[in-house]
């Protein structure tokens, strides 16, 4: 589940390295809304940081925009469905459905969004409730947020560094693991067993703890599994009644398929075709496996801002103080605490001078966002059973839902200066310059290589301020200018950015919380791999075509076929040849496998693997060759293509021990 919908989302990026990489090889990664509320025209919202004065946030007014909105937005996008749910003071100021929760098919008839009956999968604001289930044992005197997690865990964690992982750490996303696909969202069968998902082939750990915010599902699930193993009560039914049913949140569940009485009640998720898909079970039950209406959310947002709602509170308000206030410091985290920083569990998502708290989450069909004002003591929820025709249709949606609601209810009092010399941001934005990818990335095994798309490049404009192309979280470049020591603030926007630099040297960029950008490796910058991986599979290619040609027309000119030496080297050259550019091949075909959550069997990979080995030990017969030939003196064209095909032998195998193509592990 990702937290949101950027244009590094992992599917994204999956899905463009695939077709780069089929590319390279060949060469050398909509059903209608329903029936709606008539639309009305919408003020359009003030410019960023500008004085305004807000709405009246009232039922009226609140639906009034709802519907001057969302209707023609799933229009134009293709989005079958949305369901939303606002609060203030603890009272539900309304939840509305729009469009479709079955668009219908056959005989069966098309059923309008009923924010109260249909459950719509939250994704990873189900976090927010593994959060909450935390600090709920920690109030108790169960928990300790800043000791070792393995004092809770029957099975061992990867360590990397000798500092202990804490819960802190794992609500933080600041725990240094590194991602993992596998087994995160499928379509067959129950929940998988918590224990058996985490203690699998855990992901490396690869940032020393509280350093480096890396989104990570498999922290949330962990810190989930603590609840698991200190309340001695399986997750989900910890939760269900002790948070949703506290909560009042009768109609929502972790359970994987849904209960009976709910099953009927749940809202059809649809591909940007339009085609309904199945229900999805989603691996790290914690992380993201919540379904609930919109009316749920709405008492779950109004318990998360100290109404009593349902049962009774979830947290005492020091506990729910200590969860929505900034969790780690300058300590750890140096100047990138200057930032938006998480607090526990929730991501500090604040606008026009105001302090909000939120979480967004995918499926691969439903796609969500919450946010609370802790001092409003209001909040907004939207979800969305469909991505779009187009790949950012629903992050963009919800984008103008929550900063919307933002812009209208609680706009800026006042513009917000800027605060350093020019001399000073000349300076940092010099140290800023290069090419950045993202903190949550893996790093040991094949998908290594999705680091190779969704870069960032940054670069000086207009003297000390910063292009970033493309801009964080965004298709498009953005222009930032330094507000204040080593942060930086979207111009013309409201996008804060913090960065920690060493010996006058950028080494990270945090842009949202939980989110980081870190410099490339010159090993593994694109002005290195592009050249030397698309000319060596270019020239390993035309070699295997050059096979066959060559042996027509030495026929047709009834040239002798050649002589005996060197023909061991030359045949072990080949097949060198045939591994490299099958490997390629094989590793493209796992890569858009992988992009559509698809599993990619261990023996595929291992065979995968040999033929790439194979091609790497090519490297030796490959050099006999062409010294064998130089030493025969048979010719420059043959001297030539000998010296191409090490060398093309030599980029292929650099390639696949940087990019971990070899490595032991396989586990992705």
């Known amino acids: 589940m990702s937290r949101h919908d950027p244009a590094r989302s992992r599917a994204s990026r999956l899905r463009r390295l695939g077709a780069a990489l089929v590319a390279t090889v060949a060469v050398a990664t909509a059903a209608g809304c329903g029936a709606a509320p008539t639309a009305r025209s919408v003020p359009t919202p003030p410019a960023p940081g500008a004085p305004a004065d807000p709405a009246a946030l009232n039922a009226a007014d609140v639906d009034a925009w709802l519907d001057g909105l969302l209707p023609a937005a799933l229009q134009r996008t293709g989005i079958p469905g949305a369901t939303v749910a606002v609060v203030r003071d603890g009272e539900i100021l309304t939840a509305r459905g729009y469009g479709h929760a079955d668009t219908g098919s056959g005989t069966s008839q098309p059923v309008p969004v009923d924010p109260d009956r249909h459950l719509f999968r939250v994704g990873s604001v189900a976090k927010l409730v593994t959060a909450v289930a935390v600090l709920q044992l920690v109030q108790g005197g169960d928990l300790e947020l800043d000791a070792d997690v393995d004092e809770y865990l029957d099975f061992t964690v990867p360590r990397r560094y000798d500092e202990p992982v804490t819960l802190r750490h794992l609500l933080t996303h600041t725990a240094g693991f590194e991602e993992r696909v596998a087994g995160l969202i499928g379509s067959d069968g129950n929940s998988p067993d918590l224990r058996t998902v985490l203690a699998t082939d855990p992901p490396e750990q690869i940032y020393r703890p509280g350093t480096t915010p890396a989104y990570s599902n498999y922290s949330n699930a962990l810190a989930g599994y603590v609840v698991e193993r200190v309340s001695g009560t399986p997750f989900e039914e910890y939760v269900d009644r002790n948070v949703l049913a506290r909560a009042g949140m ?73 969860m929505q206030r900034p969790a780690l410091d300058a300590t750890s985290l140096g100047t990138l605490a200057d930032g938006p920083r998480m607090t526990l569990g929730l991501f500090d998502e604040s606008r026009n001078g105001r302090r909000i708290l939120g979480h967004g ?38 984008q103008a839902v929550v900063n919307g609601f933002a812009d209208r209810y609680f706009p800026a009092t006042s513009d917000q200066p800027t605060g350093v010399d020019a001399e000073t941001s000349a300076a940092h934005a010099a140290a800023a310059v290069g090419t950045y990818a993202d903190s949550r990335r893996i790093d040991s095994n094949f998908l290594t290589t999705i680091g190779l798309v969704g870069r960032t490049t940054v670069s000086v404009a207009d003297d000390n301020r910063l292009l970033f192309e493309p801009g964080p979280l965004s298709a498009t470049p953005a222009l930032y200018e330094e507000v204040a020591p080593w942060v930086w603030r979207e111009v013309g926007g409201q996008r804060t950015i913090a960065m920690r630099a060493t010996d006058d040297r950028v080494t990270a960029i945090s842009y949202d919380s939980a989110f980081t950008l870190l410099p490339v490796e010159p090993a593994r910058a ?26 027509l027309v030495r026929r047709v000119l009834g040239r002798p076929r050649r002589d005996r030496a060197g023909r061991t080297a030359r045949v072990l050259s080949r097949v060198a040849v045939a591994g490299a550019l099958l490997a390629l091949t094989g590793w493209a075909v796992s890569v858009v496998t992988v992009m559509g959550l698809q599993d990619v069997s261990a023996a595929s990979l291992r065979t995968i693997q040999a033929l790439q080995l194979i091609g790497l030990l090519g490297v030796l017969p490959a050099g006999l060759r062409l010294v064998d030939d130089v030493r025969r003196r048979v010719g420059w064209h043959r001297v030539t293509a000998s010296a191409l095909v090490l060398l093309a032998l030599a980029g292929t195998g650099w390639f696949a021990v940087e990019f971990m193509l070899l490595a032991p592990n396989i586990s992705y």
């Open 526 to 551: 694109t002005a290195v791999v592009a050249p030397v991986l698309g000319v060596s599979v270019l020239v390993l290619a035309l070699t295997v075509l050059s096979w066959p040609f060559g042996a």
């Open 361 to 398: 989450g995918d499926t691969k069909y439903f796609h969500s966002h919450l946010q609370i004002y802790p001092q409003e003591r209001a909040g907004i929820f939207v979800s969305l059973n469909g991505g779009g025709r187009g790949g950012f249709d629903s992050h963009e949606l919800r």
């Open 250 to 322: 009768a109609s929502s569940t972790f359970a994987q398929p849904l209960p009976q009485a709910l099953a009927d009640r749940v809202a059809k998720g649809y591909d940007a075709a339009g085609v309904a898909g199945p229900f999805e079970i989603v691996g790290t039950v914690p992380a993201g496996a919540l379904s609930a209406p919109a009316t749920d959310m709405a008492r779950f947002m109004s318990a998360l801002t100290g109404e009593t709602v349902g049962e009774g509170p979830l947290l005492d308000p020091p506990t729910r103080e200590l």
